[in-house]
């Protein structure tokens, strides 16, 4: 069809040049480099100090510290683990969070999340 | 339809798209490659008048321009090349394809300081080569013998970017007097 | 104990680590051999070895030779970690996490270990552990922007915005000098802090930030739009409208900035305002879609009407193929509906519409307004289509469309026979190769549909076709050949193809691994918090809750046919899926053998066409790859073993459980859920189900129709049986859906 030109545009990229670029970028991409970058830009004496000052790590939760004080039925767990076809990691869990309440857990468990 | 930056969720989409309209085509890594390495400069026109069957659903992607820097360029000139560049037959005729190509070159120069971008294009597809040449203003700048896989040429075509170089310059100029005669 | 090497042996050590970390594989074994017939017992070569073996593909082989070493050498950190490389090829990550932490403890200062360490946590989206592996990260190396960024990163996606920000302002603060206007990184990370600031909710501070610290910055886009973004949102209207002003002077097709920036002016209910803003645009962009289509969404009655008119004119003019498609949201208004089929007749009245491609493009636009299910008159339909297929004949939208109206006839097979024309018509195209493909496969026409894909796959791919569309990811193929297999009663392919699909979003998910420091390295944080971002909710993609769906109907029809969902009652006739899958075993059979047969002729001819062509093409892709193993061969290329599983029920829960996680609010996931639940009966779980079904549509007929279902199932026996915790669940949730049982 002539005059319908403008831009029926399917364009470029091909096997060998640009597949082989295609598969050179991706083999690299996990490249570590060896040793460190260049550093130029950085005061290292003030990095040190400014890093001391951020303290520790990462912050445990408060909320999972007081879950760990629930005393949970194992056969609950159990019934949990068979009923919602979860691990016992999960089960367990989710029964802290109701309290060691089978049915609240059950019901909050199914309760549509939207 | 809207034409805007690509975005990680429209991967699958272009990845469709380039399977449903080209031969050549990549895995979803190559394409999370582009967006990952130069997030400015692909584009997507997305269909945003379809009605949603499901709260999931992604927009679709109608055309799309997926672009990159030369890495290690052999002229030592920092310049873009288009991997890919498709617009469904359905929806052509709207200059989508142009629109595409100039928001991308535009953010080839302003982010990454090309001075030009190439692109290889079938010998045999002359609505494509009508696109790069007379809409586009792209040059042929050689043949490369069984550039495809099943054996056809490339045409290897260039656009110098310097008029877009030339109106940021312009731009900035102009800012700089206004603030410097606050 | 470690045995002791000599000299030569630990050079020989080290030469080993340095083949593999370069990729020579053959080269590390033979010098690991040498250590070994010295040292047999030395479990750092050892593990080293099943390092190089796992990375030739050797996997089993590896992991057996690495948990050796293990036992040889317990105090050793190297294999510590070999162990946690090979869980993690093996994608147990919980347990390569686990072994990379034994080997960081006993060599804390390996920047390797915590490396492995750090990108397994935030793959597996351990934030918290990632935050401090970040930390400790950080320790070793404070004068790497890198280092600071990775934390920031930590932190903030672990939601700790404060902590991110902070990192970043003091890394900043540590700056000798101001970083140059072309340093990228740097441009990158003004504008990483800039969303994080934007992301604390306090757009004050953001756009203090944006106009201080981003004036030159590289993404000048960016820059501008959260400009007018956060002016927007602080109500400094005048500026916003201005900047959204320079957006559209920058792209003039993007709706949103329309919108915001009538949003600023304060004009969202004064349609006459609202369309001179789009007027302007349109007169000063003579090619610009988005002005001139985007005021019939709002506008009304004549002036509808005529802008309505001057739109389809200017697109009938030009025979823009997808104007129909452009327009076809507004029939849910009515008036809309009447106005635009009328326009058109008008149109072909009028003097452009005596000229051929105006005309045609009109009768166009009919056909498919009569082949739309909202004013859908497939007579007409037809009518229109074979108007405009007279004035161009070679038209293939037009043919095109013919093959859709067969389609909404109902007649699969004329539609495909359609399609296949409208193909013949431009045989350079794969767009419609792939549409004629589709309408082959919707009409069960597996083998037929492969070749005509094969037109356009490469043909040097080993293994034919479908190798090539396996490789490139084609999920909509997949898909569809699946389906149709599906209906085809021929089981094993079908669930080959859902598997596969399954897998494609495997490895799309595995994808982000490399990009976790590599865009760190980059220092493009921006997109990769983007892809990050959906990666976490990849699944919820349509090409793979439409897979699962397919996956979740065929294997409980397998259950079903079975006998075990009859014997147990919960499979009455009420069951839908059960009714689809299940019927006439015998002539299924017969028609899966052919179809089978088929099949392996199909794919015994590509690959000879394949070996023909060229017949080291294989080994010569394989070469490019430096001494990569071949993938792993299919031990299962047709779904036997799939099909042959004693527990499809055990077998669904691959799909169904993250169809459930990723997509609870698709009623169609509900109700797939539902169906597996029952027969598992897992009663509570069915009835959450049941239950966000009736939530997202109560009025549903399957949520009635599956209450009852439920309630059948839960007789007065099976109910008191159940546990006690279980009924009282049953008897407070039931009510919601349906009266519970007994009441």
């Not at chain 3, 009282?728 to 039931?734: E, G, H, L, Y």
Request: overall charge neutral.
């Amino acid at each position: 069809t002539t005059g319908d030109v403008e831009e029926d545009v399917p364009a470029t990229a091909a096997k060998s040049a640009e597949d082989r670029k295609a598969a050179a970028a991706l083999a690299a991409l996990d490249d570590t480099p060896r040793g460190d970058e260049e550093v130029k830009n950085v005061d290292q004496e003030a990095a040190r100090k400014a890093m001391n000052k951020l303290g520790g790590g990462a912050k445990q939760g408060e909320a999972k510290k007081d879950l760990k004080r629930v005393k949970v039925d194992a056969g609950d767990v159990t019934l949990l683990v068979d009923q919602l076809e979860l691990t016992k990691t999960k089960a367990t869990e989710l029964l802290k969070q109701h309290d060691g309440d089978v049915v609240k857990a059950m019901r909050a468990f199914i309760a549509p999340r939207f | 339809m809207d034409i805007r930056v690509l975005q990680a969720s429209d991967l699958p989409l272009i990845q469709h798209a380039n399977l449903e309209n080209l031969p050549e085509n990549y895995f979803l890594k190559y394409y999370l490659y582009h967006a990952l390495s130069w997030p400015q400069l692909s584009y997507v026109a997305v269909d945003v008048s379809r009605p949603q069957k499901t709260p999931y659903d992604y927009p679709k992607i109608v055309g799309y321009v997926l672009a990159k820097m030369e890495e290690e360029p052999a002229d030592g000139i920092p310049h873009g090349h288009i991997t890919s560049l498709s617009v469904m037959r359905t929806h052509r005729r709207l200059g989508i394809a142009e629109k595409l190509m100039r928001q991308s070159q535009l953010a080839m120069v302003e982010s990454f300081g090309a001075h030009y971008v190439s692109l290889h294009v079938r010998v045999s597809n002359q609505a494509a080569i009508h696109l790069y040449r007379d809409t586009l203003g792209f040059k042929n700048e050689k043949t490369e013998a069984k550039y495809y896989a099943d054996g056809e040429d490339a045409f290897c075509m260039k656009l110098e970017l310097e008029s877009i170089r030339e109106q940021i310059r312009d731009e900035r100029e102009a800012e700089k007097e206004k603030d410097g005669g606050k | 104990m470690p045995q002791p090497l000599s000299t030569r042996e630990a050079n020989l050590f080290r030469q080993v680590i340095r083949n593999y970390e370069d990729k020579q594989y053959k080269r590390g074994l033979k010098a690991a051999e040498q250590i070994l017939k010295k040292t047999p017992r030395h479990g750092d070569t050892m593990a080293m070895k099943a390092l190089i073996l796992n990375a030739q593909g050797k996997t089993d082989e590896a992991f057996a030779l690495g948990k050796e070493a293990l036992t040889v050498d317990m105090r050793s950190h190297i294999c510590w970690h070999v162990y946690g490389l090979l869980y993690r090829t093996h994608k147990n990550f919980e347990e390569a996490i686990k072994a990379y932490k034994f080997a960081l403890r006993l060599e804390p200062e390996s920047p390797q270990i915590q490396r492995d360490l750090a990108i397994l946590q935030i793959q597996m989206r351990d934030y918290q552990g990632y935050v401090q592996s970040r930390h400790a990260m950080l320790q070793a190396k404070p004068q790497l922007r890198q280092s600071w960024t990775g934390l920031a990163i930590a932190h903030h996606l672990a939601g700790e915005l404060q902590e991110a920000e902070n990192i970043l302002t003091t890394y900043q603060d540590t700056l000798k000098n101001a970083p140059s206007k072309t340093d990228l990184e740097n441009s990158e990370a003004v504008m990483y802090r800039n969303m994080i600031i934007a992301e604390t909710g306090d757009t004050q501070r953001a756009l203090e930030h944006l106009e201080s610290d981003a004036k030159d910055n590289l993404d000048r886009l960016a820059v501008m739009e959260r400009r007018a973004e956060y002016l927007s949102k602080l109500g400094r209207k005048d500026e916003a409208a201005t900047a959204y002003r320079a957006l559209l002077d920058r792209n003039s097709e993007h709706p949103q900035y329309y919108y915001d920036l009538i949003k600023a002016l304060g004009i969202e209910e004064d349609a006459k305002a609202k369309k001179a803003i789009f007027d302007e645009y349109a007169d000063k962009y003579a090619r610009c879609d988005a002005a001139r289509r985007i005021p019939l969404d709002f506008l009304s009655g004549d002036e509808f009407r005529e802008a309505a008119r001057r739109y389809l004119t200017l697109m009938l003019n030009k025979a823009v193929p997808s104007t129909f498609a452009n327009l076809k949201h507004l029939y849910s208004d009515s008036f809309k509906k009447e106005t635009l089929p009328a326009l058109a007749e008008a149109y072909l009245e009028s003097e452009d519409g005596k000229k051929v491609q105006g005309k045609a493009a009109a009768l166009y636009f009919l056909a498919q307004h009569y082949n739309y299910h909202l004013s859908r008159d497939l007579t007409k339909a037809m009518e229109y289509c074979e108007k405009a297929i007279e004035l161009e004949p070679k038209s293939v939208d037009f043919a095109m469309t013919k093959a859709r109206i067969y389609k909404h006839h109902g007649n699969v097979k004329k539609a495909s026979e359609a399609m296949d024309y409208a193909r013949s018509l431009d045989i350079k195209d794969r767009y419609i190769n792939s549409k004629a493909a589709k309408y082959q496969l919707r009409n069960n026409e597996n083998e037929k549909a492969l070749k005509t894909m094969g037109l356009f796959t490469r043909a040097d791919t080993v293994g034919g076709p479908l190798v090539d569309l396996l490789d490139m990811q084609c999920v909509w193929f997949l898909t569809e050949d699946g389906e149709a297999h599906a209906r085809r009663g021929n089981t094993g392919l079908a669930l080959k193809r859902f598997h596969q699909i399954w897998n494609i979003f495997d490895i799309w998910q595995e994808d982000q691994f490399d990009f976790h420091s590599f865009s760190l390295r980059k220092g493009l944080i921006r997109a990769y918090v983007d892809m990050i971002r959906w990666e976490d909710r990849l699944r919820e993609h349509p090409f793979y809750s439409r897979a699962a769906l397919d996956a979740v109907k065929l294997y409980v029809s397998m259950y079903d046919a079975s006998g075990a969902g009859l014997a147990n009652g919960v499979n009455g006739s009420a069951s839908g899926a059960a009714a689809d899958g299940g019927a006439d075993v015998a002539a299924e059979k017969k028609a899966a053998k052919k179809a089978k047969k088929e099949a392996q002729k199909a794919e015994r001819e590509a690959a000879e066409k394949a070996a023909k062509q060229d017949p080291n093409k294989a080994a010569a892709a394989q070469k490019g790859k430096g001494e990569e193993p071949a993938a792993k061969k299919d031990d299962d290329p047709e779904g036997k073993k799939l099909a042959q599983t004693k527990d499809p029920l055990d077998d669904v829960m691959k799909f169904l459980t993250p169809l459930l996680q990723f997509s609870p609010k698709n009623i169609e996931a509900q109700f797939a859920g539902f169906e597996v639940f029952l027969r598992r009966r897992k009663y509570v779980l069915a009835l959450g189900c049941l239950n966000a079904a009736h939530a997202l549509d109560a009025e549903h007929p399957k949520v009635h129709l599956h209450a009852l279902r439920l309630r059948h199932a839960l007789d007065a026996e099976t109910l008191g049986g159940l546990p006690a915790p279980v009924q009282a669940v049953i008897k407070a949730d039931f009510a919601a859906a349906a009266p519970p049982p007994g009441a």
